[in-house]
């Protein structure tokens, strides 16, 4: 089955970059996702990248696959205390409509 | 444009009691996914919709839960009886038929006492 794992946690000073990390275990996934959950809130959908491409970039977030290691990287430049949130990692796999997702990243802004 | 739409936001009851979650989803969408959220097992797919008709429903826990989508701008996902472990922030969300993206309603946060 589908596995997707992400580390806990994550601190950065403000006006650093971030680098969130993702391994996944399904060679069949078709899309990779990184959405964003603020306190007492639901998830916003930030991007998401098709598995043959290997590098997206919108505004101040960059997300790297490197399909072979099944390894996907959301990188946040010139990190502000609003990007404070949990960072979530998901994998659709093949032609399912269903998403799979890590555990979640809680990403602490310092100022 | 108005999001994927749940009530309620809140929900505290007591055990043994039926709980109805509401959800609207995004007009023209037809995909709707039920997710239920907790700290020990994150992010879970309960079941989804296409077109109305339940595709996969194998996230369900047991029997007392149930979901419906009687027309393309309604969907409830029922617990009968509630039982404390429902505990749970529930997530409604909805995807369009030919794009990638899934978006997600604000949840309903439901407490079982």
């Known amino acids: 089955g589908e596995d997707v794992e992400q580390s806990l946690f994550l601190s950065v000073r403000e006006g650093d970059s971030s680098v969130i990390n993702c391994t996944y275990t399904?060679?069949?996934?078709?899309?990779l996702y990184w959405y964003k959950q603020e306190p007492g809130a639901g998830l916003q959908l930030l991007t998401y990248?098709?598995?043959?491409?290997d590098m997206k970039q919108d505004q101040r977030l960059t997300v790297l696959l490197n399909k072979k290691d099944k390894h996907l990287s959301l990188r946040i430049a010139d990190t502000q205390t609003g990007d404070s949130a949990i960072y979530f990692c998901?994998?659709?796999?093949?032609?399912?409509?269903?998403?799979?997702f890590g555990s979640g990243t809680q990403l602490t802004v310092l100022p | 444009d108005a999001g994927v739409i749940q009530s309620p936001r809140h929900e505290v009851t007591e055990m043994g009691q039926e709980v109805t979650l509401r959800c609207k989803p995004i007009?023209?969408?037809?995909?709707l996914f039920w997710y239920r959220q907790t700290m020990m097992r994150g992010l879970e797919l309960l079941i989804y919709?296409?077109?109305?008709?339940?595709?996969?429903d194998s996230g369900m826990p047991e029997d007392r839960f149930s979901a419906k989508m009687p027309n393309a701008s309604f969907s409830t996902l029922k617990i009968q009886p509630s039982e404390p472990r429902d505990s749970a922030v529930y997530f409604c969300?909805?995807?369009?038929?030919?794009?990638?993206?899934?978006?997600f309603g604000p949840g309903t946060r439901l407490t079982v006492l």
């Open positions: 969300a909805s995807s369009p038929h030919t794009g990638n993206e899934q978006f």
């Open positions: 399904d060679s069949s996934s078709t899309y």
């Open positions: 990248i098709f598995s043959n491409m």
């Open positions: 998901a994998e659709r796999a093949g032609s399912a409509r269903q998403l799979t």
């Open positions: 007009s023209g969408h037809n995909s």
């Open positions: 919709f296409n077109n109305n008709v339940p595709i996969d």
